[in-house]
């Protein structure tokens, strides 16, 4: 179980996080659904032992992450936001690199690696540098590189930018079935589609603030409450998408 009690974190003046607390069990996904700069990454980068709470803990197993941290991050697996990587590395160098510091051995590694590759359609940029890969490509050895070790916890901050299509429907059914293979899931977005289709359990934030907490199957009510409307407004609504597009397509000859 991983519990979240009473976390903040400011920044100087900035109240990045102010008072968020849960618990997931083993087969849970929580979704950290908000716009831009409403303490998602903020709160990732906590559970993930990066970054230090102002107040509050988070705890796995019953302990205190920082009580533990080396212990923690080898059963983690962390998706960032940013997909940096060693650009003069490539594909398999920088997962061998990975899998090196996880402890993993050489023959399941390279197994791994080569799987990963191929069902991420990368096979035939094994040998170019990651300096050469689009920000999709470099995502997907992201998520390969989180997910070498077999962690039990993993974590996702915004992982769906700069993915295609295809590639956003695949990583679908990868959270899915972690999941069902028990793992604890935290995926961050700011796509409301998104999250009502991988996440068991949505927490709404704005401004540093939760504003809903409750399970997926609640959000399109609470996408319809008053008091949400503001901040529903500002996510990216996938289902508008093409409505959206045919209606800025046509300004020119409608207005
Ligand atoms: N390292 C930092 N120093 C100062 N302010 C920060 C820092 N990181 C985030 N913030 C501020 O905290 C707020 C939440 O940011 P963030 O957690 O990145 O939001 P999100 O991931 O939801 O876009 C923003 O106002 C942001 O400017
Ligand atoms: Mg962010």
């Known amino acids: 179980m991983l519990t979240v009690q009473h976390l903040r974190k400011s920044y100087g003046g900035v109240q990045a996080l102010k008072d968020l607390s849960f618990s997931a069990a083993p087969g849970q996904t ?8 409403s303490g998602k990454s903020t709160t990732i980068n906590m559970l993930t032992g990066l970054i230090r709470p102002t107040a509050g803990t988070v705890s796995w197993r019953g302990i205190d992450i920082h009580a ?3 212990g923690y991050q080898a059963t983690l697996g962390y998706v960032p936001e940013e997909p940096r990587l060693y650009a003069y590395l490539t594909a398999p160098e920088y997962l061998r690199l990975v899998g090196g510091l996880r402890d993993i051995d050489d023959g399941v590694l390279e197994r791994r690696i080569d799987r990963y ?3 991420f359609g990368l096979d035939s940029d094994r040998y170019a540098p990651l300096s050469s890969f689009s920000k999709g490509m470099r995502q997907k050895v992201l998520i390969s590189a989180a ?13 769906c930018s700069g993915l295609d299509v295809a590639s956003t429907l695949m990583l679908r059914s990868v959270v899915r079935a972690l999941a069902e293979a028990g793992k604890v899931i935290v995926y961050s977005s700011h796509v409301l589609d998104m999250v009502e289709k991988v996440c068991s359990d949505v927490i709404i934030l704005h401004h540093g603030t ?4 409750d399970s997926v199957s609640r959000l399109r009510e609470l996408a319809q409450a008053a ?12 289902d508008n998408v093409e409505a959206t597009g045919r209606a800025i397509a046509a300004v020119g000859t409608s207005c």
């Open 227 to 238: 008091s949400l409307e503001a901040v529903f407004a500002q996510l990216a609504v996938d």
């Open 68 to 70: 533990q941290l080396s």
């Open 30 to 37: 929580i979704g950290l659904l908000g716009p831009n700069g």
């Open 117 to 119: 590759l191929e069902l």
């Open 147 to 159: 997910l070498l070790h077999d962690p039990a916890v993993v974590v996702f901050d915004e992982p």
């Open 210 to 213: 939760v504003v809903a907490q």
